[in-house]
């Protein structure tokens, strides 16, 4: 709150964050929109075009891909400090030590990932590798760097998988917010509110699942391999549908 105090202007020309070209800018964009766009912006998508959005594969792959995002975030939000005190005995002094690690490092990558895919698409021109195989390429990482948590019972084997996973899974988040305005411009709002839906899903079903997995047999290694299938799967529904570039030019 006190950040969004200082920092936060509703009009762009009380803010000392916006220069003069910027607010010329604004005021040109202003300027010329008329009160048609605002009332189709507010209306209810006509089944038409959510029957697009819904069918469309590579929003479908971007979605199921984000939820699995969303189900790695949700999972070690909720379970990493009670994983490191129940498997390595941690207080609740140490754990927080060891568990800014990996938000620290998909912090950094949050930022570098989504600079390096708009570097991407700018030189390359295609969203195929500037975005999905970002995508791809970060869920397999992640993927691949929690079956040795499953299989440790090495403190800094766990720690250094959980940090690779944490920063992976969360690497290309630019990317899939990117995708939904690259294909569907006019109706991205709606495109990304189905997209958010299924990250709410995975916030619910993530923290569940995996009390769940626990109670079967009281290991944390169930929970870390079904992680492992669903970044795997994501990744596969990647590179099989997710195709921006094409279903672009069919939206």
Known sequence: ????????????????????????????????????????????????????LLTNRTLLANTWAFFVFGYFLFFFMSWLPSYLERKYGLDLASVGLFSILPWLSAAVLLWAMGRWSDHLLKTTGSMRISRSWLIAGSQFVAALAVIPVALTDDLTVAIAGITVAVAASMGANAAYYAVNVDIVPQRAATALGIMDFAFAIAGFLAPAITGWVLNLRGSFADAFLLMTALALSSV????????????????
């Not at 596969?236 to 939206?251: E, G, Q, T």
């Open 1 to 52: 709150m006190p950040l969004w105090y200082f920092c936060f202007r509703d009009d762009p020309s009380q803010s000392r964050f916006v220069n003069a070209a910027e607010l010329a800018h604004i005021h040109k964009v202003d300027a010329g929109v008329t009160a048609a766009p605002h009332a189709v912006l507010k209306s209810w998508p006509e089944p038409a075009v959510l029957k697009e």
């Open 236 to 251: 596969a529904a990647v590179l099989l549908f997710h195709h921006p570039d094409r279903d672009r030019a069919r939206s």
